[in-house]
């Protein structure tokens, strides 16, 4: 069991049978009735975001999870396949449970599957990446590195980024996976 006290940031928790991962969470001790804690909870089935508040001290079942390294084969519209670095053993996961991490992964990617209760539900992505951009308008003459503005760009996983104007076809850029905003240039 996992008391509220205990929350951090990526636990999962099962609330009324439905499993979640905790986004984030703010214990709240107000001035007049009990302490209470504020989460933001993402459903593991779907994705969906939704805001919960508990009583301090509620306790849930903690749900078992395990991340293996698995090599990103392809997607064909329905479901993500992957294969397990070790076996070479194929898994299909359903692709709405995965589409926001696959934004960010090429074929034959590693990548870290995360299993909840020994079924596969999520990627754990690194915080950033490293793609190629392979389409954006080029900039317009008299823009500077200082003169800032942005354009949509198009990286080689399909992704469309907010680039500084100086951002050319062919140059490889950071983006932070939590967001999807660029950091840098690579």
């Known amino acids: 069991m996992i008391s509220t006290n205990q929350f951090k940031n990526g636990n999962h928790i099962e609330v009324d049978g439905t499993i979640y991962k905790v986004v984030e969470f703010q214990h709240v001790k107000p001035g007049k009735g009990g302490a209470f804690v504020r989460t933001k909870l993402r459903r593991a089935s779907d994705g969906n975001v939704i805001d919960k508040t508990f009583r301090a001290g509620e306790k849930f079942r903690a749900v078992r999870t395990e991340a293996r390294k ?49 079924k596969p539900a999520s990627l754990q992505l690194p915080s950033s990446v490293e793609l190629e951009v392979t389409e954006t308008e080029p900039g317009v003459r008299g823009d500077t590195a200082s003169g800032g503005g942005n ?36």
């Open 70 to 118: 698995m090599q990103f084969l392809y997607s064909d519209g329905t479901d993500a396949h992957f294969m397990d670095a070790e076996s070479f053993e194929q898994l299909a996961v359903p692709e709405a449970g995965v589409a926001d991490a696959l934004r960010w992964t090429k074929p034959n990617d590693e990548v870290d599957v995360l299993f909840i209760d020994g």
């Open 151 to 186: 354009k949509p760009a198009t990286l080689e996983t399909g992704a469309t980024v907010q680039v500084p104007l100086f951002v050319n076809i062919g140059d490889r850029v950071k983006v932070q996976t939590e967001t999807g905003e660029y950091m840098s240039r690579a």
